[in-house]
């Protein structure tokens, strides 16, 4: 079965530090694996995304993440964090159910807190 | 473009009472729709999914039901609530066509904030 880890429940930087949150997946096959963030009392939305190619992508407002296979670690990090960027961040896995739904497991989030 | 529209943004509700929480899509067709719950600090849990009208799939046994009444609308309803039915449902839709990548990602609404009291 497909499953998410995010070690970090809770992380605080200043503003301008660089970032990293972790994320670990457990999936039998080649993963689609996304990131999203969201804003208090907001839906998720979609930072950035990866299946195949290049293992390091790029997504919004700066963000990139790494995928590393021998790690099962699709890390997400950015080189200097803005106030704004204050949020909850959730790794996804994607996979098709036996039904052929697609569907996306999620790490239990990140709650990222930047300090002035 | 694509938009999903998820009302009410908040909700109060007595225990036991009836609920109805509405979610359309526009601007695709065919669409995959979704329901999940958050609970604080839990993550999100998938409730329902639907790859067509009136297909619905239960992840999870509970005190709530799916419906798919039209291609782009998405209802998850519930009889009697439930202290523990509180939470922040989500409505997500994906879609059916292009890339593999693309097939995958979800698309979410703004949320409903329901307080069971």
């Known amino acids: 079965a497909q499953s998410v880890t995010q070690p970090d429940i809770h992380i605080t930087v200043s503003e301008g530090a660089s970032l990293e949150l972790r994320c670990n997946y457990s999936?039998?096959?080649?993963?689609?694996l996304f990131w999203y963030v969201q804003s208090p009392g907001q839906g998720l939305q979609l930072l950035l995304k990866?299946?195949?190619?290049?293992?390091l992508v790029q997504g919004i407002k700066g963000f990139e993440a790494e995928f590393k296979r021998s790690q099962s670690s699709f890390n997400l990090r950015k080189p200097s964090v803005h106030w704004s960027d204050a949020a909850e961040y959730f790794c996804?896995?994607?996979?098709?159910?036996?039904?052929?739904?697609?569907?996306?497991?999620f790490g239990s989030g990140t709650q990222l807190t930047v300090l002035p | 473009s694509q938009t999903i529209h998820q009302w009410p943004a908040t909700l109060v509700q007595p225990v036991g009472s009836p609920l109805s929480l509405e979610c359309t899509v526009e601007?695709?067709?065919?669409?995959?729709l979704y329901w999940y719950r958050q609970a604080a600090g839990r993550g999100l849990q998938l409730l329902f999914y639907?790859?067509?009208?009136?297909?619905i799939s239960s992840e999870v046994p509970q005190n709530l039901s799916a419906s798919r009444p039209q291609d782009r609308q998405f209802i998850l309803s519930s009889k009697k609530l439930l202290l523990s039915d509180s939470g922040f449902y989500l409505c997500?839709?994906?879609?059916?066509?292009?890339?593999?990548?693309?097939?995958?990602?979800?698309?979410f609404g703004a949320g409903t904030r329901l307080s069971v009291l």
């Open positions: 997500a839709w994906g879609g059916r066509t292009g890339r593999p990548l693309a097939k995958n990602i979800q698309y």
């Open positions: 999936y039998g096959a080649t993963p689609y």
């Open positions: 990866y299946f195949s190619g290049d293992t």
């Open positions: 996804a896995v994607g996979w098709i159910s036996s039904g052929s739904a697609r569907q996306l497991t």
């Open positions: 601007g695709t067709s065919n669409p995959n």
């Open positions: 639907s790859v067509g009208i009136g297909q």
